[in-house]
């Protein structure tokens, strides 16, 4: 049974940083795909950026040169470290995984798992 749980999240003033990290438990293959989306109230989850086991990462252009994904220091584990953080980045951000996912990582539709999100605020 796979679970993620992010953890990170908090509160910061614009300008400021905030790194978030996942953790998946249940992982059973070296192969995966994670990535990080957020949304906001009311609104659709976002896709922000995304890494597969061979460590390529993709992001949105909304966050790129912002953010930076990157893999843990232990397995299936993935961080978002968050820079230059404006107002408009608060949001429930959450981690998500599937076994792989390609050019499409930053679509929602192709994960399977979800943790349960952490919030950000930045004000």
């Known amino acids: 049974h796979v679970q993620l749980v992010e953890s990170g999240g908090g509160s910061v003033q614009p300008g400021g940083s905030l790194n978030l990290s996942c953790a998946a438990s249940g992982w059973t293959t070296t192969s995966f795909c994670m990535g990080w989306f957020r949304q906001h109230p009311g609104g659709e989850r976002e896709g922000l950026a995304c890494i597969d086991s061979d460590g ?5 252009d909304s966050v790129n040169g912002r953010f930076t994904i990157s893999k843990g220091n232990a397995i299936n584990t993935v961080s978002l470290q968050m820079k230059s953080l404006n107002p408009e980045d608060t949001a429930e951000y959450y981690c998500a995984a599937t076994w792989a996912c390609g050019a499409a990582c930053i679509r929602p539709s192709v994960y399977s798992y979800w943790g349960q999100g952490t919030q950000v605020t930045v004000s």
């Open 56 to 60: 390529t990462t993709r992001y949105a």
